[in-house]
């Protein structure tokens, strides 16, 4: 039988160098922007509650007031939209 060698061909690890200056993922302005989107969510689901009628035989017409319809929904869309650009912005490099 013919018996052939088999060459390796991996290279060597070379350890990774670790870099001196950590980049952070987010800014404290990103965290401002988190938080302040979280408030206008939280806002908008406030805003949502109530309007339920202790008796069950009588329908509360304030569940359809502009408030919960119209304003609530508002103020989560834009708490969503400045989460989202909270989460883009990239840090400023220096």
């Known amino acids: 039988m013919n ?4 060459s390796s061909t991996t290279k060597p690890v070379s350890n990774p ?3 001196s200056g950590h980049s ?3 800014e404290k302005s990103n965290y401002m ?3 302040l ?3 206008f969510i939280a806002i908008g689901f406030i805003f949502m509650t109530g309007g339920g009628s202790k008796d069950p035989a009588v329908f509360d017409q304030s ?3 502009f408030r919960r319809i119209t ?3 508002i103020f989560v ?4 939209i400045i989460e989202i650009y909270a989460i883009m912005k990239k840090p400023v490099e220096n």
Do not use: D, V, W
């Open 24 to 26: 952070i993922l987010f």
């Open 77 to 80: 869309l834009i708490g969503y």
């Open 63 to 65: 569940i359809f007031s």
């Open 37 to 39: 989107g979280l408030i």
């Open 33 to 35: 922007l988190l938080i």
């Open 17 to 19: 160098t670790p870099q």
């Open 3 to 6: 018996s052939k060698e088999k």
């Open 71 to 73: 304003l609530a929904p």
